[in-house]
């Protein structure tokens, strides 16, 4: 039987990747940084693995739970979210939002990479954003470590071109997860819009995947997001992104 390791699955995109993973048929090892992975793992029928990927203890605590086993599916989605202006950030918030998002990513995605291609088989999908696009006024650490990750996953996809392993980077816009009450943006023009369904979101990942896509962005309006921000001079991007992210009382 194949394996699949998805984390940041207790909630949201991860937990519906992980439901994808269960029901094709392949055991799925669920990992995130609370108690709750426990029981997402019983809803889904998966593996449970509590562990911080924003530590290397984390990281090593993931490894070793695979016993030596290959991944087949592997992927890297655990992130979390920063909201506020920079300077009002607690630094502490600052560091754990690029280990877990950056770091936490890196040293699953080397060692794990490794063996697929030694292997000559696997799939990764590491979950970034169509924020990576933008300049991110009072979000600024977030949106720049998801253009690492986005930067990073095509990059990697091209380097591994024709070691039978390939890497997806998914690239959502705002979506209807608990990411915006842990990142304190309920307070922001974003928090309170309209957001996409988490499951449409891991279904267009999953699907992506498999079929060794390099970059999925789902829906229309987000890949419109995107590739206006693109074009559109960073400064002017980094303004519109102010109105989208500044808290309503400032």
Avoid: W
Avoid at 48 to 60: C, F, I, K
Avoid at 73 to 100: I, K, P
Avoid at 164 to 173: A, D, N, S
Avoid at 202 to 229: D, H, I, L, S, W
Wanted: charged share 20%.
């Amino acid at each position: 039987m194949s394996v699949a390791l998805v984390t940041g699955a207790s909630t949201g995109i991860g937990y519906e990747l992980a439901r994808l993973c269960v029901s094709d048929g392949h055991e799925t090892i669920v990992v995130a940084n609370e108690a709750a992975i426990h029981a997402a793992a019983r809803e889904l029928g998966a593996r449970p693995v509590e562990a911080d990927l924003a530590t290397r203890e984390g990281a090593q605590a993931v490894l070793a739970a695979l016993e030596g086993r290959d991944v087949d599916l592997l992927m890297l989605n655990a992130g979390t979210g920063l909201g506020h202006s920079f300077l009002e950030q607690d630094l502490q918030g600052v560091e754990r939002t690029v280990e877990t998002n950056i770091l936490g990513v890196l040293r699953l995605a080397h060692p794990l990479g490794r063996r697929m291609v030694a292997r000559g088989q696997g799939r990764i999908m590491i979950t970034g954003s169509i924020a990576g696009f933008m300049p991110g006024t009072y979000q600024a650490v977030y949106n720049a470590s998801k253009a690492f990750l986005d930067n990073f996953s095509v990059a990697l996809a091209e380097e591994l071109k024709d070691s039978g392993v390939t890497v997806t980077c998914l690239m959502p816009g705002p979506t209807d997860t608990k990411f915006f009450e842990r990142a304190g943006m309920l307070d922001t023009p974003i928090g309170q819009g309209p957001k996409d369904d988490p499951q449409m979101v891991a279904e267009y990942g999953y699907r992506a995947m498999m079929e060794g896509t390099a970059q999925a962005t789902p829906g229309f309006k987000n890949k419109a997001q995107a590739a206006v921000a693109e074009i559109l001079p960073a400064e002017m991007v980094a303004k519109l992104h102010s109105k989208m992210a500044k808290p309503n009382d400032e």
